[in-house]
């Protein structure tokens, strides 16, 4: 069976569709079959990097390792049981017809609270969570003491994780391996990312997540999504020396994807 990557938080602006697009097209690159889909069926930021980047081969005339882009079907209310989800109904046969054909699902969630994202989250086998480097995101896993900085509980998308991980365990499915990524870290080691690595370590334990480093802040992420490539696309694509933020940030991806451990995939990149 597919191993199903699912990147969600319920905050915008965290770096989701940049891991998609640059886990997806890590797997494609290593030989993988990948398919893809996402969630957000308003903004479908990490559906449109996929569009530019078929539009840019065909300009181009390129054949580059791409995921498999899925849409969601359309479904006949007529043709639901008594009492079905039309949402649940669209992901689990868009999910059954990428399955035989897929080694890896990876699916881009909205950063709001949907039907979709919610049933989405069950089905993860590795849940990777974007998370900018500030207290401010960090009040999406749970609430902090703002006097001590000590965690108080969890919050609204702990939660939600939570209640996942329990309809899998109750479908007897193997436990969520869940990852929640550091984007967005400073070259400094500044007195509040410390505070935040403590606070993120001291929630871990709690609610069972493993912390990996994500992307640092840069430009060339918002170059590349127009011509939807990749960092293991830019020798491909003409660019021969790299700088020494390429270099850094080709790095970064490296170790994303081996933090990620998942199933029959050594980093060879």
Known sequence: MAHIIVVGNEKGGSGKSTTCMHVATALARMGFRVSALDLDLRQRSFGRY???????????????????LRELPEVDAAGLAPNENPFDHRLSTAMAEMEPNSDFIVIDCPGSHTRLSQLAHSLADTLITPLNDSFIDFDLLARIDPETGR?????????????ARQLRAQAGLKPIDWIVLRNRLGAQQMHNKKKVGAALEELSRRIGFRVAPGFSERVIFRELFPRGITLLDLRDVGVENLNMSNIAARQELRDLIKALNLPGVTVDF
């Not at 840019?56 to 498999?68: V, W, Y």
């Not at 965690?151 to 209640?163: A, D, H, L």
């Open 50 to 68: 996929l569009e530019n980047r078929r539009a840019f081969m065909a300009k181009e005339g390129l054949a580059l390792p791409t995921p498999d």
């Open 151 to 163: 965690v108080k509980g969890p919050s609204i998308y702990s939660e939600m994780v939570w209640q």
